[in-house]
């Protein structure tokens, strides 16, 4: 060996380096230098020819690519090869004879003994490229083909026919390369050696049954028998063909005939597939048949509540509006600079509060605002008006909205921004405030004026809607200024005069009590509202549930967390969005699930009986005294409709509007009612024992020291439906409830710093005020 | 003569096997046997032939065998299994209470046609 080129194969570099180079890792890790990865080393070791070496070479380079095939290929050549030699081949013979079958476009893969034989004659060639080439599929069927069809030539070349007759014989290339790809396998046709038209036949039979390929091969290789066996029983091909019967129907007859063939685990296969086809088409007609009205149906959206609102308020004549003062006070108000924290603290403690002088330099700043909202609580009601374009500068102020912007026409009542509630919480603090100031001062009349304002901003406040927050705002408005009353008569008992004791008491009595009864009345608005942004209307009052609807019932402000378990197959739409605001598989989970969803609710007439039921509980339950024990219709009601599955798909939407009805505010609102009562009256006794002990220099003993004389009738305790206890202790009239514990405990309080008023155990002391 | 369709259709299968009964055939060979044999009558096309023989086949009535012929090709012999065999009893018990019943109407007569006998002989 050496490592000069000759005739174009260079042997392999016998260096230290190129050994090591050329010997596989396993090799190494054993301590050998095998140098048997390179199949140019078992070429050079061959000693072949130069000329065949430089063949077996190129072939190799060119036949294949990975390591491991090319060293098999490598051996596989030399070995015949050498087998050839043996039996006297002439060395550049066998080389040529390999040059040319490289020179083959699909040659990788074929049998390379192939190669080593005499050199088919150029027709031969041209016909396995020609019908090689025309092959589709995968590379290695067109491999397969060069070798089917060599092997047919060189057999038939070999037994001495002439080239033009095997070309001849062997047919159309295109037929014989469309019947191949048909059939995925070269052999049934490098085989067979019929007539084109019988090819052309077999092949629309077999393309027609469109059967595995594995049983097409088969009925191909049984018809090309059958035609064979015509032939050499004298037929021709016409009168075959026409034996055979049209090729159509052929196909077809076969195809039933061999899929009843198949095996069972491919029926079985076979008709899940077509039960799962067939469920799905069914449930996809049913969920057209829901979808359908479910995107077609519209709300009927007729009644602007807010609108409605406005006209009521329009109807107040502009003179006894109290809106327009206070909000001119409200522009002209600056900010409070302290947080809510602060002003919490504020609003419990007053004067005893840390932040007590920021509040009396923000008073003294605040002196122009403070006297239009004196003015405006002079007005008997309230007369805000939604869209009325005066609030324009104002509504900039406190929420960058303009007019238009604001609770436009179409919002949800549910959605109603309600940011002057917000200003008339601002305008009864700072009165109440200022009546602070000036009892500190000793100043009765500025006192008298300022909680006079007060009460009557607290009524006003709860004018600021319909609805149950702004009555709730109202109430604890008045409820601070109530408790403010009886505070001041305890710590300055002589800063009113008579008079103006018994007008504060006619004050807080009567300006109470267009608020006494204010649960929950105007919330069936809320209903109405809800029912006419989520149901169609067909003017009857019947209708079905929208899309529309859906994407209201869905939002995530307006379920509860506990019902959030109930929309758990649908998607989340945030408030204020529409379902174009949802991500694409989020838009199709609510456009599958939802039909389906709906599907079940009721009609719009049933469902608003269902509301009204369940409304006309919720008024019964917030109208038992809390010493009426009775278990609950309402809350038993709901239960059962969250609890049983048909009535909660039925009515899946009551469920969720009336437990926005329970949530905790709500619920706590008969307590906290009573509360508001209780206080109220404690302000109204205190004024009496004041009025008393200035008549008689002596403080009452018991209720019938004032009932009727100076109080009109005895308070009662809302926690058990008897009058409040009051009786003289330590020369100070007590006045207490017996608190939720329903016990009696002689006028002592719980210890601790829970709310007197809610803390098991104890009573609740509403006179003596209790000084932090 | 040709017969119709449909009564073809009940004829083929059990002619077909009862050609097998004498041994395996291939499918040429059987095109050809049931021209000679029925003078042509129930002599059908290869189209309908091949599917005919793999609807037996899917009934397990007759099995196939690759076999290499004389002349060195591979051909595809078909063969009566048992069942096969129960089934063209059954089958040539119901042909021949037939053609008694056609006798009976005067449709046929035994002196037409010397291959119908009456029930109990020997076709």
């Known amino acids: 060996m ?125 016909t396995i490229d020609e019908t090689a080439k025309q092959v589709r599929g995968r590379r290695a069927l067109r491999s397969a083909t060069v070798e089917a069809v060599w ?16 070309v001849d014989r062997f047919g159309d290339a295109t037929v014989n390369a469309a019947l191949i790809t048909q059939l995925f396998s070269p052999e049934v046709v490098a085989a067979a050696t019929l007539p084109d038209e019988i090819l052309q036949l077999i092949r629309d039979v077999v393309q027609g049954t469109r059967l595995w390929p594995r049983e097409k091969q088969e009925v191909a290789q049984e018809l090309c028998e ?23 129907l052929a196909a077809r007859l076969v195809r039933r005939a061999k899929i009843r063939c198949r095996p069972l685990a491919w029926w079985a296969w076979c008709r899940i597939g077509q039960a799962v ?70 609003t419990a403690n007053d004067s005893a509060s840390q932040h007590w002088p920021t509040m009396l330099a923000y008073l003294d700043a605040s002196g122009e605002s403070i006297e239009r909202f004196v003015e405006g609580s002079a007005a008997p009601k309230l007369g805000f008006v939604y869209r009325d374009p005066a609030n324009g500068d104002w509504l900039r102020k406190v929420s960058d909205q303009s007019v238009a912007e604001f609770n436009p026409p179409g919002t949800m009542v549910i959605a109603t921004a309600l940011p002057h509630a917000q200003g008339m919480r601002e305008v009864a603090q700072l009165l109440r405030m200022m009546a602070v100031r000036a009892s500190s001062q000793q100043d009765g009349p500025s006192t008298m004026k300022y909680l006079q304002a007060a009460l009557r901003a607290s009524q006003h406040a709860g004018e600021s809607s319909d609805f149950v927050v702004s009555k709730l705002l109202g109430s604890e408005c008045y409820r601070q200024c109530t408790a403010l009353v009886t505070r001041l008569l305890q710590d300055h008992p002589n800063l009113f005069r008579d008079e103006q004791l018994t007008h504060l008491a006619h004050v807080i009595a009567s300006g109470f009590a267009d608020q006494v009864n204010f649960g929950f009345k105007a919330e069936w608005l809320f209903i109405e509202d809800f029912l006419q942004h989520t149901y169609s209307n067909d003017g009857t009052g019947e209708g079905r549930f929208t899309s529309d609807g859906l994407r209201v019932l869905t939002q995530a402000g307006l379920i509860h967390q506990q019902d959030q378990h109930l929309f758990a197959p649908l998607p989340r739409i945030k408030a204020d969005r529409d379902v174009s605001s949802l991500s694409i598989n989020d838009r199709m989970r609510f456009n599958l699930v939802g039909p389906g969803v709906s599907a079940f609710f009721a009609d719009r007439r049933e469902m608003r009986e269902k509301f009204r039921e369940m409304y006309g509980l919720f008024l019964a339950e917030l109208d038992r005294p ?14 059962r409709l969250q609890e049983i599955r048909s009535l909660r798909r039925r009515f899946l939407p009551v469920v969720v509007v009336m437990s ?50 100076i109080l009109p009738q005895v308070p009662i305790d809302h926690w058990d439906g008897q009058p409040l206890r009051y009786r003289s202790r330590d020369d100070q009239p007590l006045l207490y409830s017996i608190g939720p514990d329903r016990r009696d405990d002689d006028g002592w309080p719980q210890s601790g710093d829970g709310d007197p008023f809610d803390t098991v155990g104890g009573d609740w002391v509403l006179l003596p005020v209790e000084v932090d | 003569m040709r017969v119709e369709r449909e009564l073809m259709r009940g004829a083929g299968p059990v002619a077909v096997l009862k050609l097998l009964e004498s041994g395996p055939k291939y499918g040429y060979e059987l095109v050809e046997a049931l021209r000679r044999e029925t003078e042509g009558v129930l002599e059908m096309g290869q189209s309908t032939l091949y599917p005919l023989l793999y609807n037996l086949e899917s009934q397990s009535l007759i099995k196939p065998r690759w076999e290499e012929a004389a002349s060195g090709r591979k051909r595809k012999y078909y063969s009566l299994t048992a069942k096969g065999k129960k089934r063209l009893v059954r089958e040539v018990a119901q042909w021949r209470a037939v053609a008694q019943a056609m006798i009976g109407l005067g449709v046929l007569s035994p002196q037409e046609n010397p291959r119908v006998e009456v029930a109990g002989g020997q076709p």
């Not at chain 1, 032939?231 to 055979?244: D, I, K, N």
């Open chain 1, 2 to 126: 050496n490592a000069t080129r000759e005739r174009g194969f260079r042997h392999p570099s016998a260096s230290r380096l190129a050994r090591l180079r050329d010997t596989p890792l396993r090799d190494l890790l054993r301590g050998r230098l095998s140098a048997r990865a390179n199949y140019r080393r078992r070429i050079s070791a061959a000693d072949l020819a130069p000329s065949l070496s430089a063949a077996i070479d190129r072939s190799v380079r060119k036949l294949a690519w990975r390591r491991g095939r090319r060293l098999r290929l490598a051996d596989q050549l030399i070995e015949a090869v050498r087998a050839r030699l043996a039996s006297g081949s002439d060395p550049d013979k066998l080389a040529a004879a390999l040059e040319a079958a490289c020179r083959l476009p699909q040659h990788r893969g074929i049998d390379p003994s192939l190669y080593l034989r005499d050199p088919l004659p150029a027709p031969l060639r041209r």
């Open chain 1, 151 to 166: 092997k047919r030539f060189a057999a038939e070349h070999d037994a001495g026919i002439l080239p033009e007759q095997i």
């Open chain 1, 226 to 248: 059958h035609f064979s066996d015509g032939l050499e029983a004298g037929q021709s091909s016409e009168q075959l063909r026409r034996q055979f019967g049209p090729t159509k």
């Open chain 1, 277 to 346: 086809a067939a469920s799905v088409v069914a449930l996809s007609l049913v969920w057209l048949w829901l979808f359908v009205p479910f995107a077609m149906a519209r709300p009927s959206i007729n009644v602007d509540h807010l609108a409605e609102f406005d006209k009521r308020q329009q109807a107040i004549p502009r003179s006894e509006r109290a809106w327009p003062r206070y909000r001119q006070g409200l522009e002209q108000l600056a900010p409070l600079e302290l947080d809510w924290e602060a002003q919490s603290d504020l």
């Open chain 1, 626 to 639: 809390l010493w009426y024990d009775r278990p609950s219709e309402f809350h038993r009601e709901l239960r």
């Open chain 1, 660 to 709: 926005w009805f329970e949530a905790p505010m709500v619920v706590d609102n008969r307590k906290y009612h009573a509360r508001v009562l209780m206080e109220r009256d404690a302000s109204l006794v205190a004024i009496a024992s004041e009025l008393y002990r200035r008549r008689n220099d002596a403080w009452p003993t018991s209720f019938d020291d004032l009932v009727p004389q």
